[in-house]
């Protein structure tokens, strides 16, 4: 079986100045379809560089990212980002954001009935119909995460790629929407690939945690496999074997043989 | 003695309350009545100073303008000479004897034009020099020389180009007023957070979709800025053309007043153009308002 996302011996470095700064080297990962992938490291690893390499944001340096065998090195709605920062557009509202979404990447193909549907069911999915013509101004960090999940979730992608997503929320909000993301994982069985640097939600959430090396020239050190049956709770998990000998694995990975040297950054 | 050793029926551990707690509405009482005293207050506010400064300066001015050999008229004596003026903006005597609002109106006419064209220019060229690094390395240090260039410079060249009068009035308002657009604009297009680029990138808009959907609602906050200078500049360069061209704006009648030696008159349209100028300025400030709400909020 071919994997469906394939990241081929990737290599990204930046130049600037005339200095070339390796920032990752060798990756190799493949992904099944409908799974959700963790990625984990320590801040500067290159998490997030990794992440918008797979979105084609910023092109690699050496090797391919393949979708489906394909190669793709340009963005595009089939590899749809959850920004940390919400990213909403603040001139307009809750449903618009969606809308600009949904009418650019299915502008052709739906009716506009079907299009608005479409809006209100991936609304009703995060739970966010009752705030459809707010300002993102008006509505909670979280409420505005929510409405980032659904707009990307709103341009149907092969691959959703959640960069950081909760980690400008508090503990409760953030708590709430992996339950959310959860719960729309299994109900859309979508492959889902999430950064993060919260050892606890990465268990929680994910079917793999793929554990990176400190940069320079970071790498994926270790994939750990969870095999936690779904759905999974997260008060039964808390004492749940399999789930602290996961959390205990990707905690020895990150503090005891890859700690995090202030001076590497 | 634990808890289970009480027996007694009437003890209980949540005692439920003899009558269920009611729910009092709030009957709110927001009384959106006229009161005329806070209306009247609030507008005596921020009408007196200004009232009271304006009339020690007419005061000033009378004493000062008094004496028989003063070389500028006083307010009494504007206010007789020039009652017509004052009294009737639109009067309408024949081609070159029309009341002062009129006259303002065709300025604002030559104004609108000018700045219009200046407004949809200026917009599209910073656009431009703030997406492209290439435009700004060429294009920014021609504007900046430019720029400086001031607005009455312009009109010989401009009179040699289009031979006619108006239409050199309106060359100069567009050249005045094209470049804080430009600049503001340019810069408003550079702050464009990275974010909502990488969000029209996954979207795949193209140039002219990222340009209605994200670059003009991100920028115009900035946009505005410098439409708001730009009307306040091409008001500015309007009366100073129309003395030079002539025609019928409220800048030849200064210019045709002080030919026939009617201070007066000139006194009187110095004060159309004042208060026009601070309308237009209000009014660009107004529209900015409201189009870019919620655009600057995060």
Known sequence: MTAYLKLDHIDKSFARGGQVSEVLKDIRLTIDKGEFVSIIGHSGCGKSTLLNLIAGLTKVTAGAVLLENKEVDSPGPERAVVFQNHSLLPWLTVYENINLAVSKVFGRTRSRAERHDWIMRNLDLVQMAHARDKRPAEISGGMKQRVGIARALAMEPKILLLDEPFGALDALTRAHLQDAVMDIHSRLGSTTIMITHDVDEAVLLSDRIVMMTNGPAATIGEVLAVPLARPRRRVELSSDRTFLRCREAVLKFLYERHRFVEAAE | ?298
């Not at chain 2, 200004?50 to 050999?69: F, G």
């Not at chain 2, 007066?264 to 308002?289: E, K, M, N, Q, S």
């Open chain 2, 1 to 298: 003695m634990s808890i289970q050793a009480i027996k007694d029926p009437n003890v209980k551990a949540f005692p439920t309350p003899a009558k269920p707690a009611e729910v009092i509405a709030f009957t709110a009482k927001v009384r959106r009545r006229f009161e005329p005293g806070a209306i009247a207050g609030k507008l005596a506010s921020t009408l007196v100073p200004p009232a009271i400064v304006i009339v020690v300066m007419l005061v000033i001015w009378q004493i000062a303008c008094s004496s028989p050999n003063a070389s500028l008229p006083p307010p009494s004596q504007v206010w007789t000479e020039a009652y017509d003026l004052i009294a009737h903006p639109f009067f309408d005597y024949g081609p070159q004897d029309i009341g002062l609002a009129w006259r303002v109106l065709i300025s604002l006419q030559r104004v609108a034009i000018g700045f219009g064209l200046a407004a949809i220019v200026g917009v599209a060229l910073g656009a431009l020099v703030g997406q492209s690094i290439w435009a700004m390395r060429g294009l920014d240090p021609v504007f900046q020389i430019l720029r400086t260039v001031p607005p009455l410079a312009w009109l010989p060249l401009s009179l040699a180009a289009f031979r006619d009068s108006s239409p050199s009035a309106i060359f100069v308002i567009f050249i005045t007023s094209i470049w804080p657009v430009i600049i503001n604009t340019a810069v408003g297009v550079r702050n464009i957070p990275e974010d909502y680029r990488n969000v029209s990138r996954i979207l795949r808009l193209n140039q002219l979709e990222f340009f209605v959907k994200i670059m003009v609602p991100a920028a115009a906050p900035y946009i505005f800025t410098g439409l708001r200078i730009g009307i306040g500049l091409s008001w500015l360069a309007i009366v100073a053309a129309e003395m030079l061209t002539g025609g019928v704006g409220i800048g030849f009648f200064i210019w045709d007043a002080w030919n026939s030696s009617r201070l007066p008159d000139i006194i009187v349209a110095l004060a159309y153009i004042g208060v026009t100028g601070f309308c237009l300025d209000r009014l660009v400030a107004a529209v900015g308002a409201f189009v870019t709400r919620g655009t600057t909020a995060k």
